[in-house]
């Protein structure tokens, strides 16, 4: 095995990555001029905005970063994923650019001195065009991703945060581009780096598998109207309802995890913390989702003993789990965060679809091994279906309950509000194969 930095394979990207930059941006940037008129999305205020002839330098140095990030990569995995993002954000970006071009709205001042020849050398291959969603955005947003994992010491990780917010910054004081194109590019850099994850797992477009459940069909379906509704309301009335985008995605992102994407979708890590991308993805609907929970739940307990140190609840608050004594805790949430708080796990599987009998084997699994370390606090964002099939599963294969009538009564008589559907009866059954022998062995 060999420590070497696969130099080849980062050449050979750049190789690619740099003549397809400026081939793809020169063509949008072409089909914009043939256009008989390009609209601008603007806002009143941003005619005030100064014009800063040396913010040219962070703007441009953008481009260094990009050439050298791909050279810093360790492994040949990191950088193929790495230059996938970059990718992608050229791809979709320059789609855009061609379905729908928008100009700048107004010019650039005399520019003197040392940013004269930057400014000229921009305007050699760059036109008023290519507006929304900013490739620079979205490429900020990913080199920042890259390099802040390759920085260890505080200093110049502040440096790394500043700079790239001058470099975002410089989009407006240097005349390139409108408002709306800086949070369009930063969704457009946020969703690369959530497509092409750099830790050793499946990139989620290779993760797509198409759902056969009605339900999960329904659902998406519902969740894709939600998305089509704010983008057109967004749309028709313009402004500041065109935030209403931010939703929109969050939404249409939903429906493509009950597709084919899957809990999976939600970055959800094994204890229960969703990666920085989903966050700011998912953020929208991550707000109505607890907003939802604590409607269904404000006037519950938290938890219910079902056992001696098992209990079930909804997703809990960190002053919560203090009170219950630190037990450690067990989601089943895809949607939803845990605390940070130590020893916690999680399954995550989506909200109002039954999972497959294999993930509904693990969870209980998981279960008993939380189980076995100490008192345990299974959660669900309600406590009434995920969390509680697990519990009744954790019964029948663990527990002294002989059947899922028997296990689902147990729980019930603890925490009356729970729900399951004669399909999650029929899938716990299957977890009563390979069940634990009574007695010594």
């Known amino acids: 095995m060999t420590n070497e930095r696969p130099w080849k394979r980062a050449l050979a990207w750049l190789a690619l990555l740099g003549p397809f930059f400026y081939l793809s941006y020169g063509l949008a940037n072409w089909w914009a001029g043939t256009r008989a008129q390009v609209p601008s ?8 905005m100064p014009f800063w002839a040396w913010t040219i330098f962070p703007y441009w140095s953008i481009n260094a970063f990009y050439a050298l990030s791909l050279f810093l990569g360790r492994t040949r995995h990191r950088v193929d994923r790495h230059a996938a993002r970059l990718l992608t954000a050229q791809v979709v970006a320059v789609g855009c650019f061609v379905l729908w071009p928008l100009a700048f709205s107004f010019g650039q001042p005399a520019v003197a001195g040392a940013p004269a020849f930057l400014f000229e050398a ?26 802040r994992q390759l920085i260890r010491t ?38 690369c780096v959530w497509l092409w994850p750099l830790e ?46 931010w939703p929109a995605v969050s939404l249409a992102l939903v429906a493509l995890n009950y597709a084919g994407l899957g809990a999976r979708g939600f970055r959800m890590d094994g204890q229960g913390r969703m990666h920085w991308t989903a966050r700011w993805l998912f953020g ?14 404000r006037r519950l307990p938290a938890s219910a003993e079902i056992a001696p140190g098992l209990r079930l609840g909804r997703m809990p608050s960190h002053a919560e789990w203090q009170a ?14 845990l605390p940070p708080v130590p020893q916690a796990r999680c399954v995550p599987m989506l909200d109002l679809v039954t999972p497959s009998t294999a993930q509904l084997r693990r969870a209980v699994a998981v279960l008993e091994g939380q189980r076995r370390a100490g ?51 029929t899938l716990l059954a299957g977890t009563q194969a390979g069940r634990r022998p009574e007695g010594p062995a």
């Open 41 to 48: 999305v603007v806002f009143d205020w941003e005619r005030g």
């Open 122 to 147: 921009l305007r050699g291959f760059d036109k008023p065009f290519n507006q929304a969603p900013s490739l620079h955005i979205a490429l900020a947003v990913i080199l920042w991703d890259w390099y």
């Open 154 to 191: 505080r200093w110049a990780r502040v440096v790394l945060h500043a700079w790239t917010l001058l470099i975002c910054a410089s989009v407006l004081t240097t005349y390139q581009h409108h408002f709306i194109d800086i949070p369009t590019g930063a969704l457009l850099g946020v969703l």
């Open 200 to 245: 050793r797992q499946v990139a989620l477009p290779r993760a797509w598998r198409l759902a056969r459940d009605a339900g999960r069909w329904t659902l998406a379906s519902a969740y894709a109207a939600g998305a089509l509704l704010c983008l057109g309301l967004g749309l028709w009335a313009g402004g500041w309802l065109l935030w209403l985008a």
């Open 284 to 297: 929208p609907y991550r707000a109505a989702a607890a907003l939802n929970a604590w409607a269904w739940t």
């Open 324 to 337: 219950a004594g630190r037990p450690r805790l067990l989601s089943l949430c895809a949607e939803l965060q």
């Open 375 to 425: 008192p345990v606090w299974v959660c669900c964002a309600l406590g009434f279906s995920r969390s509680a099939a697990t519990v009744v599963g954790w019964l029948l294969r663990h527990g002294a309950a002989g059947d899922v009538a028997a296990a689902e009564a147990a729980v019930r008589r603890a925490r009356p509000q729970i729900v399951l559907r004669e399909r999650w009866r």
